[in-house]
């Protein structure tokens, strides 16, 4: 007899009528015939799905280029379908479940005719790890086919695993016609079902990452107590060599990746990475924070990845160690067949950028969303608790936004409802990683705005909730590496330097080092963050831990109107909160 996961597949099959269906294994083997296919037959505007790369100085590695309109993740068109709109939240678009299966079943009718439908069996998590989850993705695209290798883990014994059960998580993915007017990216979190349509880029077509362990999974979350988190997890080992973990949610393209794999700075720190976009937390049976990073790979921003900004990175992608890495709209050196983008060292003479068109410097070389897609296993930095199914502590979670302005550098809460509350003001000025305008400030909740599946007032009370179950809930801190002084030019050299910042936070978490108080809470005193070999005046540190609460109006009433939109959802100790630094602003 038929399975539920055989059934299903069967049924869209019957609604997308492939040529083919291909039950991927996740071998190295079949990769290989699938980067094949996508040199040799397949095409995407006119180009190779995949174009091998510098056998020498980039092994194993293919150059792609999506279609122009499909260059990042499509928050407009991105819908969670509750059965009621409240539920959904102002946090993100709603449509009926009924209305959006419909559309959704419309547009995939016959729309994998003459293609390969490939079958997807994944984990995310380690499949021993009681917070794993069991997926199938189905998808006609074989660059998402080889990305999901990379990102998840992908085939061995996941179909075995899931067996005569129907709970697994279910996602359907089409490119379609890659049309702007065509294209949705529906969640059903009652069913734990995403259908993506029209795109063939990252979080709106890799169904695991942004859709699965954020949208559904932090509703799944709600119902069973945890938290799932657009949140790097690192290990940092002091001079002592105890080592501590630390969680640390930034918005899309602020930092999280560099953070994860940071070179430190200052002699006797070592940091091991863990995780560089998800995290996936639950209270312990011994009422400790443990997190699980659910993916497998990295899919990076390429803008600004350098020998000197993220050397380990730049290692993990010559690392060839796990088949294969991919480069998405990046530059290409005509000369090397190797990779470019603005950042990672002086033009060479003869670039094409990411359309394939002569670059002269003028136009950007890569797209500012152009991605890496290379598996944890190349990172040299990996932790040994990455395979562990239980998850490491947490010690502190770390929010940060980019802030030009206003916010110091690091400040600590002053307590975990106060944690909440600064995660729940957090703004951030848009990057190119959402298509939207850039440089914006927006109010980005727990860097979660795009990816919390429901209602965020909700989302806050849960949070607030969680706090309540653990015995020593971390400490919760607050970063901005972005602030800039008159000329607009970044006031903190970041990078590896943020270790100082990390070791002030440890100190701090562990009940030690020295802070002043301020009306957001507690930020470092110069003479008790670590300055030695540090290329920054003492007095542009001041500027740097400087809180002015006199200058927070505009702040005040933008954080006024964000709440207000929650309306009755808000939960009263966060109101209470704002009450309190209002008054702070008054006094
Ligand atoms: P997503 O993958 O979109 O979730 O992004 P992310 O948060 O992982 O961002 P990532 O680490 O890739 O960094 C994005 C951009 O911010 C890159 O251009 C980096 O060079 C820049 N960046 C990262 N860390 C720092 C820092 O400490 N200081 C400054 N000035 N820029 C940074
Ligand atoms: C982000 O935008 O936060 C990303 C890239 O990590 S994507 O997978 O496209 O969501
Ligand atoms: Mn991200």
Redesign the pocket.
Known sequence: MATPLEKWIEEIAELTKPEKIHWCDGSEKEARELVKIGIEKEKLNGNPIFSELNKTTYPDSYLHRSHPNDVARTENLTFVCHPNKEMAGPNNNWMDPKEAKAKMLGLYAGCMKGKTMYVMPYMMGHPDSPYAKACVQVTDSVYVAVSMRIMTRLGGKVVEKIGSSDKFVKGVHSVGELDPNRRYIMHFPDEGLVMSYGSGYGGNALLGKKCFSLRIASYLGLKEGWLAE?M?IMGITGPDKKTFYVAAA??????????AMMQPTIPGYTITTLG??IAWMNVGPDGQLYAINPEYGF???A???SMK??PNMMKTLHANKFYPTLYTNVGLDTDKNEPWWE?MSEAPKNVIDWQGKKYDGKEKAAHANS?FTVSIRNCETLSPEEENPKGVPISAIIFGGRRSSLLPLVYESKSWQHGVFSGSIMGSET?A?AAHAAGVLRRDPMAMLPFCGYNMGDYFFHWLEVGKKMKNAPKIFFVN??RTNEEGK?M????GE?IRVMKWILERAIGKGKAKETPIGSVPTVDGFDMTGLDVSKSDMEKLFRVNIKEWGEEIKSIEEHYKKFGATMPKELLAEYESLVKEYEK
Do not use: E, M, Q, Y
């Not at 930034?250 to 953070?259: D, F, I, V």
């Not at 903190?492 to 990078?495: L, Q, S, T, V, Y």
């Open positions: 657009h790097i930034l918005p899309s393209a602020c930092g999280k990746t560099n953070l560089d976009d899919f990076g921003v803008s600004g990845t900004t993220n950042g991605r990057t990683a590496w972005f970044f903190w050299p970041g990078f943020n």
